[in-house]
């Protein structure tokens, strides 16, 4: 299937720092990305899902200062945690739609995912 | 909005035997996609199996293979012949196939035990 690679899988930082997770499609043109949180033993949060060149849409209760996502390029977005606290610690996951052919690679009706990124903060 | 039901927050299996986790969902459209997405201890999302609701028959995926009724609002999975591999947590997905909404709503998962 598509791969999606997310970096960095693991990060730790203090309290106040900025981080930024990267989210890219190897092998398709993701139309779309979607940004998820998730806590321990819990499901996929959606946080918000941005389209290439228009700006991010959030789901309701997910600070948009807070969590700044940008999706400058077809394979490429990012999410980056402002000024992060202890309360941010949490997993976050993307995920890429393409705009191809249903049922092919990179095709529109289907999620591919990236690994995850536990972010700690002290 | 559309909602997704596992019923099941833990399931335990023999290995080589079969298991069969449950997803009921609500909603008023008529046509949607469902999935049965793994997710293992890496926490890497693993697409295992889709179905479209206006298809009849029910898809399968090798040892996975999914019975879906739709007035039901059924979609369980069943994976046959279970492997250690198997071990993970289930997530049943929908997602609507109306407009350019591509957001998938998400069950609270089944975390599967494969006994050896």
């Known amino acids: 299937g598509a791969v999606v690679s997310q970096h960095p899988s693991r990060v730790i930082c203090k309290s106040g720092t900025s981080v930024k997770i990267e989210c890219r499609s190897l092998d398709f043109q993701a139309t779309t990305m979607f940004w998820y949180r998730q806590f321990p033993k819990q499901s996929l949060m959606l946080m918000a899902t941005?389209?290439?060149?228009?700006?991010?849409?959030?789901e309701q209760g997910v600070e948009k200062d807070k969590f700044l996502i940008n999706h400058a390029s077809l394979t490429l977005s990012t999410l980056t945690v402002t000024s992060a606290h202890p309360e941010d610690s949490s997993f976050y996951i993307c995920s890429a739609r393409g705009g191809g052919l249903a049922g092919g690679l990179g095709g529109k009706n289907i999620q591919y995912f990236g690994a995850g990124t536990r972010l700690s903060v002290l | 909005a559309q909602t997704v039901t596992q019923s099941q927050p833990e399931m335990s299996v023999q290995e080589a035997e079969t298991v069969t986790l449950s997803c009921t969902y609500d909603t008023s459209e008529s046509d949607y996609y469902l999935f049965w997405y793994k997710q293992p201890p890496s926490r890497q999302m693993i697409l295992v199996i889709r179905?479209?609701?206006?298809?009849?028959q029910n898809a399968t995926e090798n040892r996975f293979s999914v019975n879906f009724q739709k007035a039901a609002k059924s979609f369980s999975l069943k994976i046959s012949d279970s492997q250690l591999g198997d071990a993970a947590m289930y997530f049943c997905a929908y997602r609507s196939a109306r407009g350019s909404n591509y957001k998938l709503t998400f069950g609270k998962g089944t975390l599967l035990t494969v006994n050896p």
């Open positions: 941005s389209n290439e060149g228009s700006k991010a849409t959030y």
């Open positions: 179905q479209e609701a206006y298809k009849q």
